[in-house]
């Protein structure tokens, strides 16, 4: 099994990340990053997190320090040059109606290429950036592929478009374990250790 993503893909995310996203983060968002260190920079990974921007895909991936795959809408893979490009970044298709299915085949084949993986326990935006109804597929993923899961606050992102500077802080906490079964119970029991986890970084604020 392949411990590391692809040297293009690689190359791509850190060009992106040094010339877009990381000046975009430091200036203009003020951003602050806490446990980095954390990170397991090789080897298949699932990150967690809250979710409260259209910007936070970026920004979590800027801030683990390696590429992280996400779904994306079909309809992005139509347009020339964007869909290379997005595909080296990491972004894979989903067809609407059938995301579940389709998203977890997809996560679970870039985790065996040692990749990570994104997933917004949420399952959609919440404007103060909490998780109140987690969603149990990043579980599910992170238990067939046996992968840690890593949970990730991110502070404040639903200030980006607003009038004035936005501060964003991103916290990121140690590992968590797969679930050890794919049993509902076990998959809510790791899903409610990573949210108290995400909420506590959460509740520290800027």
Known sequence: MPTREPLSSLVLYHLFKWLAVSPTFRFYCRGRLYGQHLVPLRGPLVVVSNHASDFDP???????????????????????????????YGAYP?????????????????????????????????????????KL??????????????????????TIRRRGWPAVTVRIGPPIPAPVSTERQELERVTRECV?????LHDLGR
């Open 196 to 200: 108290q986890v995400i909420h506590g």
């Open 137 to 158: 597929g990043a579980a599910l993923i992170a238990a067939r592929a046996q992968a840690p899961m890593l949970p990730v606050s991110l502070w404040g992102t639903q």
């Open 58 to 88: 970026p920004l979590l991936s800027c801030c683990v320090g390696r590429p992280v795959a996400y779904m994306a809408k079909e309809e992005l893979f139509r347009i020339p040059i964007l869909k290379q490009a997005i595909r080296l």
């Open 94 to 134: 989903v067809k609407r109606g059938r995301s579940d299915r389709a998203a977890l085949q997809a996560a679970l084949s870039y985790l065996d290429q040692g990749w990570a993986t994104g997933v917004f326990l949420p399952g959609t935006r919440t404007p103060d950036g909490r998780i109140p109804e987690p």
